[in-house]
C-alpha cells in the first residue's frame, strides 16, 4: 500500500464523444492514473445531479463530468444542459461545503483522446492536493437527516 | 440503498466473463484473479459462474456464455473485455442465440479503460474488479427490450457533386433508386473538373470525368440540385427531413437550351477564382466551364451590372428562348430520404499563410491548382505553360512539396496526394516545355498501385530531385546567375549542405485541408469531425465510410486526404451501404427511449421545452406529457429534468446508473510495490 491518498474519481462519459475519446486514448495507449472510473451515459444531458451526489455520498473524492463541445452535441444541444446543471451542482456542493473543484467539467471530443487524458490526470492530481472528502458516513447522515427533520418539525409548530 | 435484485423482485443468476484479450488485458490485469475474486465476493449480488478466458469474441469464447445461459440458467451476463462500441454486439447476439434477451447483458470496458491506459498491475487489477462489480450491479436492473424496426425511405440525399458524390449518386440510381445531389457551385465536377491530367495513367481528367456528368445529368432517378445547400436536416435514419436552399440562378432551367449566347454578350468580366483559381475570366454570368453540368448559367449577383446598377439586361435582349428572369428568388424546397451521403470534399491549403514561399508576392510562385489550370487545354492558356507576364515558358521549374503538410505550424497530417501531384507536374512541365525540372521533398510518398513506378519514369526522364524542406524562396538576387530569377534556399539533406537554386517559376504542391465550413457542416448533420476538420468515420479501418449517425456516410476527402481513385472507392462503399439498408427495407435501432410514467407525472411541462426533437407531446385534456417513441432519440434529459421522476429510460435508468456508481465505489486503490 503507498501511504499517499488515491482519489477516486467518478466520470460520466457521453456515447459519442468522451467515451469515444477514452476508447481513443486506449487505443493509442496514452497513460492516464487508475483513480478514474467512468459511467457511460447517452449524452451529458441525462446527467441527474443525483448521480454526483449520490458519487460524492458513495465515497468519490471527485466527479468529472464529460460531454461533447457546445455546438457538437450528438443530440443538438442536451450539453448545454449539462453546463447548466453542471452550475448548479457547483454551487450545491459549496453550500454543503464540498470544494466546488472536485467536481469539474471537461469537452471532449472523439478526436480527443490525448485530451481526455491529460484533464483526468491533472483532476487526480487536483483532488489528490485537496485530500479525500470527508463526506459523513451513512450511518451519521442518517441521524443528521433526524436531526434536520426535527428541524422541520419545530419551524411547523412556530409557523401559522 | 442498493437495489440487488431485479424489478420483478427474484435474484438475477449472473454470469461473469473476463476476457484476456491475448495479452492485450492479461498483460497488466491479472483477469484469473478479477474472475475468481468475481465469482467469491460477487455472489450475493447473483454471480453463479465467473470464467476468464484468452479471447471471449472467439466462437469458443462466446460457445462458453451460450453453454453456460443454457446449463446453468443464466439471467444476465456480464463481459469484461473492451470497448462496447467494439463488441457489444457480439455478446448480446450470444445471448440471445442462448435464448437470452440480448440487453440482459452488460460489457465493460477494462482493455480501453484499463489496462491499455494504466501500468501498474496491482492498480489495474483492482480498477478492474471495481470495473466488473460496476457492470454486474449495474446489470440487476436491465429490462429484456426489443429493437424498433423502422422503415428506410429509398430516397437518398447526396451532398457535394466532386468525383465521390458522383460515384455515390450514379450507383444508387444505377441500382433503381431515386437520388437527390446537391451541389453548392453552378455545376458538378469539383476538384476534379479543374485538373488536366491524373496521376499516375496520366488520363485526361476531363475525358473520364464528363462522361460521368453527363450520366448524373441525364438520369432518370438523379434529381440534381446545383447552386443549392442543404440548410436544415431533421429526423433520424430512415426518415430524414431535408431542407435545400435552391438559391436564384436567374435563368429559368426549363427554357434555357445552354447556348452560351448570353455569356458572349455579358459585358462584365470578373476574375474567377473558383474554378480557374483566380488565373482567367468569367463573365457575370457563367457556366463555371463548357462541360458544365448542368448547363443552364448562372447570374452572380454582386457581379451583374443590372443588380448592381440598374441597367443593362444584355443577357436577357439576346437570349432566345426568354430565360432570363431576373426575379427569381431563393426557393427552399423539402425532400425525404432515408439516408445521407456526404461528400463535400476540401479545400486547397491556403499558400499564402507560408510567407517566406511568397505565394501572392512573388509573381512566378504557382499554387497546384493555379498549375492545373495553366497546363490544361481549356485554361486560360489554352495549356502553355509560361510564366505571370503570359508569353514567357520557363526554362527551369522548382516544384516544392508538402506545402502546409507535416508541418506542425499548418498541418500535422500527411495530404497524400501532393508527392504523386508534384511527379505529375514535373513529367507534365518536362513534356510540354523541356525545362529542368526541380522536385523538393521531405520524403517521396508513392505508395497504391503504379504509383512507384510512375515515379521511377519521372526520374528516368531527367527530373532533379533534392531532399530537403525548402526554407524560403525569394527575388533577393546574392549570386551571378540569380538576378530576376527566384531562388530556393533549401538544404539538400543528402549531401548535408544548403543549396540556392534560381528558377524561373516554383509550383507550391499545396497540401488537402477541410472545407472551411467543416464544422457547421458536422453540426448540421450531427456528425463529428477531429479537431483537423475531417469527418469521423465510425471505425477507422472496419467501418470507414459510415459515421456515429445512423444513416449519415462520408466518401471521399470530406473524410481525410485521399486520391481519386479512393474517393471513388469510397462514393461507391457509401452506396452499397446505403443500398444494403434499403433493400432491407427497415432498419432495426437501438430500443433506448424514453417514456413517461403517466401516474406520476404532474403535468409540469418541464420536460416539453428540453427535447430537441419536439419527441414530448403534451395532453392538455389529462394534464400529462407523453413521449413519441418514433421521435425520441434517448439522450435522456427529460428523465434528468423531471422533478417528479416521472421518465425513466431504457438502458440508462436511474437505477443502472446509481447501481452502478455504487458497483465502480466498492473498491479503493492499491499499488504494487515497487520493485
Known sequence: MSDNFEPIIIGFTCNWCSYRAADLAGTARVKYPPNIRLVRLMCSGRLDPTFVLKAFASGADGVLITGCHPGECHYIEQNYKALRRYLLLKRTLTQMGIEPRRLKLVWASA????????????????????????????????????????????????LP | MTNLTSPNGKKERIGVYVCHCGSNIAGTVDV????????????KEGVVVARDYKFMCSSSGQDLIEKDVKELGLTRVVVAACSPHLHEQTFRTACNRAGLNPYLCELVSIREQVSWVHSDKIAATEKSKAVVTGGVRRVIHHQPLEQLHV?????????????AGIQAALELADAGYPVYLVEREPSIGGHMSQFDKTFPTLDCSACILTPKMVSIGTHPNISLLTWSEVTQVEGYVGNFSVTIRKKARYVKDELCTGCAICQEKCPKKVIDEVYEAGLGYRKAIYTPFPQAVPKYPVIDRQNCIYFQKGTCKACEKFCPTNSIDFTQEDEFITVDVGNIILATGYDLFDARRISQYGYGRLANVFTSLEFERLSNAAGPTNGNIVLRDGVTVPKTVGIVHCVGSRDRNFNNYCSVICCMQGLKFAHIVHERTGATVYNFYIDMRTAFKAYDEFYQRVLEEGTLFVRGKVAEITDAARLPGEEGRLIVQVEDTLVGKQRRIPVDMVILSSGLQPRADAKALAKLFGISCSSDGWMIEKHPKLDPVATMTEGVFIAGCVQGPKDIPTSV???????????????QGEIAIEPIRASVDEEKCSGCRICNDLCPFSAILFHSDRNVSEINPALCQGCGTCIAACPAGAISGTGFSDLQILSQIDGLMLLGIEHSHPA
Not at chain 1, 119 to 141: C, D, F, R, S, Y
Not at chain 2, 569 to 583: F, M, P, T
Open chain 1, 111 to 158: 478526436a480527443e483522446g490525448v485530451k481526455l487524458a491529460e484533464e483526468i490526470t491533472k483532476m487526480v492530481a487536483e483532488v489528490q492536493a485537496l485530500g479525500p472528502l470527508h463526506w459523513p458516513h451513512w450511518e451519521n447522515a442518517a441521524t443528521l437527516l433526524e436531526g434536520d427533520q426535527n428541524m422541520v418539525l419545530e419551524t411547523e409548530e412556530v
Open chain 2, 151 to 163: 422503415p428506410i425511405h429509398p430516397a437518398t440525399l447526396v451532398v457535394g457533386g466532386g468525383i
Open chain 2, 32 to 43: 484469473a484473479e478479477v474472475a475468481t475474486w468475481a465469482g467469491t465476493y460477487l455472489k
Open chain 2, 569 to 583: 472507392a469510397q462514393g461507391a462503399a457509401a452506396s452499397a451501404r446505403v443500398l444494403g439498408r434499403i433493400q
